[in-house]
Each structure stands twice: as structure tokens, then as C-alpha cells.
């Protein structure tokens, strides 16, 4: 049973930074991309940012750009995403994403690709 668990979500400031971790575990797969989506209050879901396996490449949504980072530890099965510069609109929940369908350097942005997905962790930007 393959799973993904967001951890590091919570309540910040304009202006604060706070690191998602997505941990995936009882993989049956060899290499897999990641992505993560968000979902927020009275919008729909939307594309934030994801990786491929080997980490070479990186994609991001147009409204995090500059402001968000992905990375991943693929000894620890870990995928990072660093958000810094919060604003409110960032308030949403956020969920990571699994595609172990493509190549090493491959990674989507459509969440139709993405087989796998955990719970997702809630993300709040105060004003």
C-alpha cells in the first residue's frame, strides 16, 4: 500500500515561510515524479509545483514563481516544498502527488497524471 503523508503545514504571517514535507512510503516503483497541488477556499485545485525523480527538473505554478521551491531527498523517499513570502492567497490545503509512470526526468503538471496522493495539510496565511 503506497502512501504519501504532508507534514509541516500550519498558521503564519504575510511575509513567513514554511517547509511542506511529503514522505512516501510502501512504494512498489521504481523512480516517480511529485507534484503538489493546492486547494483553496472557494477555488479549485491548483498546480503549485513538482519534480521529477532525478531533480533536474522542476516546474511551478505561475502565482508561486519566485517564492516557492521544490526539492527531494530520494535516500530518505522525502519530497520538500519550501514556501517563502506568504500571502494570504496562499491559504489553501496542500497535497502531494505521486507519477510513477514516467521517465527519471519527467514530471507533470496535470493531477490527472498523479496516481498517488496523501491526505493533504492545511496551510493558513494570516493578514
Known amino acids: 500500500q503506497v502512501q504519501l503523508v504532508e507534514s509541516g503545514g500550519g498558521l503564519v504571517q504575510t511575509g513567513g515561510s514554511l517547509r511542506l514535507s511529503c514522505a512516501v512510503s510502501g512504494r512498489t516503483f521504481g523512480s516517480y515524479a511529485v507534484g503538489w497541488f493546492r486547494h483553496g477556499p472557494g477555488k479549485e485545485r491548483e498546480f503549485v509545483a513538482a519534480i521529477s525523480w532525478s531533480g533536474g527538473t522542476a516546474y511551478y505554478g505561475d502565482s508561486v514563481k519566485g517564492r516557492f521551491s521544490i526539492s527531494r531527498d530520494n535516500a530518505k523517499d522525502t519530497v520538500y516544498l519550501q514556501m517563502n513570502s506568504l500571502k494570504p492567497e496562499d491559504t489553501a490545503v496542500y497535497y502531494c502527488?505521486?507519477?510513477?509512470?514516467?521517465?527519471?526526468?519527467?514530471?507533470?503538471?496535470?493531477?490527472?497524471?498523479?496516481?498517488?496522493w496523501g491526505q493533504g495539510t492545511q496551510v493558513t496565511v494570516s493578514s
Open positions: 502527488a505521486a507519477d510513477p509512470t514516467g521517465p527519471p526526468s519527467w514530471a507533470s503538471l496535470r493531477s490527472t497524471e498523479y496516481d498517488y
